[in-house]
């Protein structure tokens, strides 16, 4: 059974006053196996933002439904829905979402107070992550005190620190500069190895040629995907920049 299974997803938002509707999704439907990096990229507008939400449960579909190991997302009560995302799900974000009030420490222990975890569980379990992702010498800085790059590793120690089944990242490498960018993704490589589970939207192809898949989504469906497989990080940014050029080009012809 596939970790993650998303069948015929359509979302359609209407606009205030019961206006107009709009259709974010038309059609998704894919499955992740446990252990898989999948990026997804598409154009702005093409509905791969809403599908995210849809599968962080923070949104649901209108039609379809998303099963994280067998368990429907879609049919999760209100009163379940955070103790879902904070024992199953991991999220590293484009602007980190850390606490300035916080230690670096305490940012990373945040998932695990609201879990009830003692202070002795929490410290066995950040030691060993913060030495694999080069913070350990930063834990009583704070967000303010630290470079963009120590913060989304910060942030990715935080999604980490639970052992979640699925992470998610949202465009994880859209503040930050080439190096911390390359030193981000090699960290999610080395975490993959290990047998994590990464879905990631990026509207990079950098980014995505660390992937092991590549979902498009085009117009609220899954235009097009590709397969890493043996191909070297060179070849694989030439297929996706291949790819996205036929995207833009089939969305200018039926726009002209």
Same mark, same amino acid.
């Given at each position: 059974?596939?970790? #993650? ?11 205030? +006053?019961? =206006?107009?509707?709009?259709? %974010? !999704? &038309? ?27 849809? #599968? ?11 099963? +994280?190991? =067998?368990?429907?997302?879609? %049919? !999760? &009560? ?96 859209g503040a930050l500069d080439s190096r911390a960018s390359e030193e981000l993704l090699s960290l999610f490589a080395d975490i993959n190895r290990d047998g994590q589970t990464i879905l990631m939207v990026t509207h990079s192809i950098a980014a995505a040629s660390h992937a092991g898949r590549v979902l498009f989504i085009k117009d609220g469906q899954v235009f ?33």
């Amino acid at each position: 059974m596939a970790l #993650l299974e998303v069948s015929h997803l359509k979302k359609i938002y209407t606009t205030r +006053l019961g =206006g107009a509707k709009i259709q %974010a !999704l &038309k059609d998704v439907s894919f499955s992740v196996e446990a252990g898989e990096y999948v990026a997804i990229m598409g154009e702005s507008g093409s509905g791969k933002t809403t599908l995210l939400n849809i #599968l962080a449960a923070l949104d649901k579909p209108t039609v379809g439904e998303v099963l +994280l190991e =067998g368990r429907s997302l879609v %049919a !999760l &009560k209100e009163r379940e829905i955070s103790a879902f995302r904070r024992d199953n799900l991991g999220f590293v974000f484009q602007d980190f979402n850390l606490l300035d009030n916080f230690s670096v420490q305490d940012n990373i222990f945040l998932p695990l107070v609201l879990a009830g975890k003692s202070y002795e569980e929490m410290v066995k379990q950040i030691t060993p992550l913060a030495h694999r992702l080069g913070i350990a010498d930063i834990l009583k800085k704070y967000p303010y005190e630290i470079s963009g790059g120590q913060k989304q590793r910060t942030a990715a120690a935080r999604a980490l620190i639970t052992a979640p089944r699925l992470l998610l990242a949202d465009e994880p490498t859209g503040a930050l500069d080439s190096r911390a960018s390359e030193e981000l993704l090699s960290l999610f490589a080395d975490i993959n190895r290990d047998g994590q589970t990464i879905l990631m939207v990026t509207h990079s192809i950098a980014a995505a040629s660390h992937a092991g898949r590549v979902l498009f989504i085009k117009d609220g469906q899954v235009f097009h995907q590709l397969y890493r497989a043996s191909l070297r990080r060179e070849e694989m940014y030439q297929r996706i920049s291949d790819t996205l050029t036929t995207i833009a080009t089939s969305s200018e012809r039926r726009q002209s």
